[in-house]
C-alpha cells in the first residue's frame, strides 16, 4: 500500500524554524508533484506548498512566501518543508500529498499522510 510519512513537527517559538520531512513508500512517486497543506483547529485544509516532479519548480502560498522552502531529493523519495520564521498563526496540522499536478487544490492530489502537529507558542 502508497504511503506518505510526515515528520518533523513539534513545539517552536515564535521566530524559530522547524523541517518537515514526507518520506514515500512507493517509487512512482518520484513521478509525482508533492504538496504540503495544513489545518488549523475549526478550519478548512488549506494550501501552503508544492513542488513539481522534477523539483525545477515550486508555488507557495502568499502566507509563506519568504519564510517556507519546499524540495525534494527523488532518491530518497522525501519532500521537505522548510520553515522559517514562524508566527503562532502557522500553528497547524501539516500534511504532505502527492498528486498527478503541481497544484493548491487538494482535489489534484490523490494520497495523503496522517499530519504532523506543528505549535509555535508566541
Known amino acids: 500500500q502508497v504511503q506518505l510519512v510526515e515528520s518533523g513537527g513539534g513545539l517552536v517559538q515564535a521566530g524559530g524554524s522547524l523541517r518537515l520531512s514526507c518520506a514515500a513508500s512507493a517509487r512512482t512517486f518520484r513521478n509525482a508533484a508533492m504538496g504540503w497543506f495544513r489545518q488549523a483547529p475549526g478550519k478548512k485544509r488549506k494550501f501552503v506548498a508544492a513542488v513539481s516532479s522534477t523539483g525545477t519548480t515550486t508555488t507557495y502560498d502568499d502566507s509563506v512566501k519568504g519564510r517556507f522552502t519546499i524540495s525534494r531529493d527523488n532518491a530518497k523519495i522525501t519532500v521537505y518543508l522548510q520553515m522559517n520564521s514562524l508566527v503562532p498563526e502557522d500553528t497547524a496540522v501539516y500534511y504532505c500529498?502527492?498528486?498527478?499536478?503541481?497544484?493548491?487544490?487538494?482535489?489534484?492530489?490523490?494520497?495523503w499522510g496522517q499530519g504532523t502537529q506543528v505549535t509555535v507558542s508566541s
Open positions: 500529498a502527492a498528486g498527478r499536478i503541481m497544484s493548491a487544490s487538494p482535489l489534484t492530489y490523490d494520497y
